[in-house]
């Protein structure tokens, strides 16, 4: 079965410190990778997103995310966190290249503490 | 370039009663999606339109759940009647072609009361 799973429902992390949130998913199929980050009241922005090519993709914001075939992983990491940072980040994944259909995990909110 | 538009922001309606959501997806863009986002989970895709043909519909409950996208543009989703497991945020999506990343509007906050 294909899915998808955030394994932290909320991570805590202080001012200026390193954070990573993880994600890992299940397939059959090769896939297309997505971070997303959502604040309170608005929809979704693309953080980063793997399609193919080199396995650490930079995105917006100073995060960053490697995909990691083997352990079926696409973990996202901020090497210091600023106040701003916090939010909902949602991993989501493509599992059918046809229609690009994405399956969404349940979500990470990131709290920054001053 | 102008965003995803959706409307209305928030609404809230009585059990049994119908509501309909409007969404104008980025110009250009061929494919746009509804999703569903329960209060502490992640989006659920509801319907898919490429251009005005429907790609992918196997998680919208036919029974009360409608959507449309006529002319290839802006589409209404609607819902009728409303059950209380309804609330939730309803999100359209865009994106220009299979293969690209999709845009989010802001969104549609439903309370069933």
């Known amino acids: 079965a294909q899915s998808v799973t955030q394994l932290d429902s909320q991570v805590p992390v202080f001012e200026e410190a390193p954070v990573e949130l993880r994600c890992n998913y299940s397939?059959?199929?090769?896939?297309?990778l997505f971070w997303y980050v959502q604040y309170p009241n608005q929809g979704l922005q693309l953080l980063l997103k793997?399609?193919?090519?080199?396995?650490l993709v930079k995105g917006i914001n100073g995060f960053e995310a490697e995909f990691n075939k083997s352990q079926t992983s696409f973990h996202l990491r901020k090497p210091s966190v600023h106040i701003s940072d916090t939010a909902e980040y949602f991993c989501?994944?493509?599992?059918?290249?046809?229609?690009?259909?994405?399956?969404f995990g349940t979500g990470t909110r990131l709290t920054i503490i001053p | 370039e102008a965003g995803v538009a959706q409307s209305p922001r928030y609404k809230i309606i009585e059990k049994r009663q119908s509501v309909a959501f409007w969404c104008n997806p980025i110009?250009?863009?061929?494919?746009l999606y509804w999703y569903q986002q329960i209060l502490g989970q992640g989006p659920k895709l509801l319907i898919q339109?490429?251009?005005?043909?429907?790609?992918?519909d196997s998680q919208l409950p036919k029974d009360r759940f409608s959507a449309e996208r006529l002319k290839g543009v802006d589409s209404t989703l609607k819902i009728q009647p409303a059950k209380l497991e309804d609330s939730a945020v309803y999100l359209c999506?865009?994106?220009?072609?299979?293969?690209?990343?999709?845009?989010f509007g802001d969104g549609t906050r439903l309370s069933i009361l």
């Open positions: 989501a994944v493509a599992f059918n290249f046809g229609n690009e259909k994405l399956t």
């Open positions: 339109f490429q251009n005005n043909g429907v790609v992918d």
């Open positions: 110009s250009g863009h061929a494919t």
């Open positions: 999506a865009s994106s220009l072609v299979l293969g690209q990343p999709q845009h």
């Open positions: 793997y399609l193919s090519g080199s396995t």
């Open positions: 397939s059959s199929v090769s896939v297309y």
